[in-house]
């Protein structure tokens, strides 16, 4: 008995049919290209999502404290390391970093130094004027490397015992004006305070990182050393 069979199979067709008219899929993949490539169909993507885009990062918070201290002890772990690229990654792209011998800030005399020049900083031969030497009046002339040895990394201030968010742990005689002439900016202070009575408190020293926040992170623009002077 044939025609049962045949039956059948006339339906299964005209079903067939009827589905590819109401669905029509294209099952099969583009025709190759002049180079002999085959170009499949794009996956569908889920409802409601973008593609290749990832959720953007959250803007600074300005207020945080964490993030803020976590940026200075990385730039004093540059420092201590003598990592010139890592510390060049924080300097700031457009303001650079300036360098202040001793507490009072001052633009007119305190030098600036870009990315680039921190980056390629033992390279670096010239001889600089950096200000004038407490007590004697003297010109602070020294290479970078030299002045970084005495009025950056006098003391190891990874280790430093005291630390100050917007707040000047010790104060000398020299004007501290760091928050005025940085206005709007954050700083940390590492402090050593005076750890022999002989010396009647005079033997302390500190360093001070300011840095301006912007929406990817915090940038270092002020390197601010500190000591007792007369």
């Given amino acids: 008995m044939k025609w049962p069979l045949l039956f059948a199979c006339a339906l299964c067709t005209a079903f067939g049919l009827l589905l590819g008219v109401l669905l029509p899929?294209?099952?099969?993949p583009a025709p190759p290209d002049e180079a002999g490539a085959v170009t499949l169909p794009a996956p569908l993507e889920p409802s409601g999502s973008s593609s290749g885009s990832s959720a953007e990062e959250p803007a600074l918070d300005q207020t945080d404290?964490?993030?803020l201290l976590?940026?200075?002890?990385?730039?004093?772990?540059?420092?201590a390391?003598?990592?010139f690229a890592a510390l060049a990654s924080y300097v700031h792209p457009q303001r650079g970093v300036t360098f202040t011998p001793y507490s009072t800030v001052d633009f007119e005399t305190d030098l600036t130094f870009t990315a680039d020049q921190i980056r390629n900083l033992e390279?670096?031969?010239a001889t600089y004027t950096w200000g004038l030497e407490d007590g004697r009046?003297?010109?602070i002339q020294m290479t970078m490397a030299q002045y970084l040895d005495r009025y950056v990394w006098d003391a190891d201030y990874t280790k430093a015992p005291e630390i100050g968010i917007d707040r000047v742990i010790t104060g000398g005689n020299a004007l501290e004006n760091l928050a005025e002439a940085y206005e709007g900016c954050r700083f940390v202070d590492f402090c050593?305070?005076?750890?022999?009575?002989v010396n009647n408190g005079l033997d302390w020293s500190s360093l001070k990182l300011v840095f301006q926040g912007e929406e990817d992170g915090w940038y270092l623009v002020g390197i601010v050393?500190?000591?007792w002077t007369i």
């Fill in 25 to 28: 899929i294209d099952l099969l």
């Fill in 65 to 67: 404290h964490f993030a």
């Fill in 70 to 79: 976590q940026a200075a002890c990385e730039v004093c772990d540059a420092i």
């Fill in 81 to 83: 390391r003598r990592d």
């Fill in 123 to 125: 390279q670096d031969p």
């Fill in 137 to 139: 009046g003297e010109p």
């Fill in 192 to 197: 050593h305070p005076s750890a022999d009575p």
């Fill in 225 to 227: 050393h500190g000591e």
